[in-house]
């Protein structure tokens, strides 16, 4: 399958923070690839080079068969962003300001108003036309946001953390467009935090840490990293949770996650022996425990034990 974005090594510096370090990645057209790593990992930083918003300092990448550095103006005609917050204007009503993306895009006055009425009707949005965007819904900006996005019927979408802050209904809404979408041919490029939606949206992940890609799969291939089960141990009130995932990591070799959110330590197994040994452990550390049982382990699990620490932990840098 033609690939639409190649990713070769891409590398960017702010200072001597290394942001994204020898970064590669394919997505193929017609497909969406979850871009998923903790906050500062360098998630927005890879969508800016890709949109042509900031510069590589090394490596190569190619959207819709285009060089992002040497040929920027052609992919920006087959690109389409929808950022972590809404970005249209909100001093024009909404009608007006997909209007105006389309002008921007040399669209004949007459195309623009009709992809304006035709694209307010899709993302449901027609009774709103007049109102201006700061009278709107989170869940109705959302969806602005995304109308404006495809004004240029883009090749590729990126989009970055899209359902922030939205409520459940608002987020599987805007999940349907993005299926609609790919359904049409449209490639997806979806970062985010949030394991549920690249699970639900996402064909391939790719996880990265500390700028760098740390593993990458389809989510049942990512789940078979840590194992078929995952032991979890919920300790006595109290426990510092931290210093025995490292006590029971340094007794058995396996790795011991801790997940303060929920009071669990999570310890993936990958069979019987896995589970005796790790059983065994447990009862050798002498700690407390107020419940042990397994289960098959979530894409936040994964995540948490591929990136050994919380995807929501804000003591990051924010690249």
């Not at 290394?18 to 360098?42: C, H, K, T």
Request: charged letters at 25%; a negative charge.
């Amino acid at each position: 399958m033609t690939a639409a974005i190649q990713v070769d090594g891409l590398i960017k510096e702010f200072g001597p923070s290394r942001a994204v370090d020898g970064v590669s990645m394919e997505v193929p057209a017609g497909s969406v690839l979850g871009l998923l790593g903790p906050n500062g990992a360098g998630k927005t930083t890879i969508v800016r080079m890709l949109a042509t918003l900031a510069r590589p300092d090394g490596g190569r990448a190619r959207v819709a068969g285009f060089d992002v550095v040497e040929e920027a103006h052609q992919v920006r005609g087959r690109i389409g962003l929808t950022g972590q917050y809404a970005s249209v204007d909100e001093t024009i009503p909404g009608w007006d300001n997909l209007y105006m993306i389309g002008r921007l895009h040399r669209l004949p006055s007459r195309r623009a108003k009709a992809l304006a009425d035709e694209l307010l009707e899709r993302f449901r949005l027609t009774e709103a036309a007049r109102k201006l965007p700061r009278d709107y819904s989170g869940g109705m900006r959302r969806r602005l946001d995304l109308a404006a996005s495809l004004v240029g019927e883009p090749e590729v979408l990126y989009l970055d953390e899209p359902t922030t802050g939205l409520d459940p209904r608002s987020r599987n809404e805007l999940w349907d467009m993005v299926r609609a979408l790919v359904g049409k041919g449209t490639t997806v490029l979806l970062t985010t935090q949030y394991m549920e939606e690249a699970e639900a949206l996402a064909e391939n992940i790719v996880v990265i840490d500390h700028g760098r890609v740390i593993a990458e799969g389809t989510p049942a291939e990512l789940r078979g990293r840590i194992g078929g089960q995952v032991l979890r141990i919920r300790p006595d009130r109290g426990t510092d949770l931290a210093g025995m995932a490292r006590q029971l990591t340094g007794t058995g070799g396996l790795t011991a996650v801790a997940d303060p959110v929920e009071g669990l330590i999570t310890l993936p197994v990958a069979g019987q022996s896995d589970l005796t040994a790790a059983v065994r452990m447990l009862a050798a550390s002498g700690v407390p425990v107020d419940g042990i049982d397994t289960h098959t382990p979530s894409l936040d699990e994964v995540f948490l034990t591929l990136t050994a620490g919380d995807p929501a932990d804000d003591t990051r840098r924010t690249a």
